[in-house]
């Protein structure tokens, strides 16, 4: 995959737990631990808008792009 997610980086970062970000972004634990470990296809834009708005961070925070060995 190209897309890692570095969730879990900016979370220490910020001294958040899964569960209280999961309570202030309003979605469920299983769903932000699966963002978290990278075991997602997709986030919805409004699912990233919130997780942003409440760690004061930018996407590009939590998203990078790594180029796959050829």
């Given at each position: 995959m190209a897309i890692i997610l570095r969730?879990?980086?900016?979370?220490a970062?910020?001294?958040?737990?899964?569960?209280?970000l999961a309570e202030k972004v309003g979605i469920a634990n299983v769903n932000l631990s699966n963002?978290?470990?990278?075991?997602?296809?997709?986030?919805?834009?409004?699912?990233?808008?919130?997780?942003?708005?409440?760690?004061?961070?930018?996407?590009?925070?939590i998203l990078e792009f790594q180029r796959d060995k050829k």
């Amino acid at each position: 995959m190209a897309i890692i997610l570095r969730l879990d980086r900016v979370m220490a970062d910020r001294k958040i737990s899964l569960n209280e970000l999961a309570e202030k972004v309003g979605i469920a634990n299983v769903n932000l631990s699966n963002i978290k470990t990278g075991k997602v296809s997709a986030i919805r834009f409004s699912t990233l808008n919130a997780i942003c708005d409440v760690l004061d961070c930018q996407p590009g925070d939590i998203l990078e792009f790594q180029r796959d060995k050829k």
